[in-house]
């Protein structure tokens, strides 16, 4: 039925150069959220961490597209902070994470609709 139902597959790069980009990106991403007082976005971020660690494709998929991280208010993505140096700086984090993960092999279109650069490919 024209491939309706079909569930994309995507084969995730956990190669090593990327599982430390992951971490290093992820970790500072949880602590400016763990700092500001988002600790349920900074336990997420953690979840993530842990699927990278575990080289977990289907649980980094599930955990990357959702509604916890890119989803409406309260997601991680939507997370805004008062002090302007934080608050650029996670979004900075953020756009960067989420181009890791379309490089990675996760080319979702909910991915790519919440970044703020172009990715240049």
Do not use: P
Request: net charge neutral.
């Amino acid at each position: 039925m024209f491939g309706l139902f079909r569930r994309k597959t995507y084969q995730i790069d956990f190669s090593e150069d990327n599982k430390n980009e992951f971490t290093t990106l992820l970790t500072e991403i949880h602590e400016i959220l763990r700092d500001s007082a988002y600790s349920y976005q900074a336990n997420w971020k953690i979840q993530i961490l842990s699927t990278v660690y575990k080289e977990d494709k289907e649980g980094f998929i599930n955990k990357v597209i959702s509604a916890e991280l890119l989803g409406g208010a309260g997601s991680v993505v939507d997370v805004c902070l008062e002090d302007d140096t934080k608050r650029r700086r996670l979004e900075t984090l953020m756009n960067d994470f989420l181009e890791l993960t379309i490089k990675s092999g996760l080319r979702h279109k909910a991915v790519k609709s919440r970044m703020t650069r172009r990715l240049n490919d």
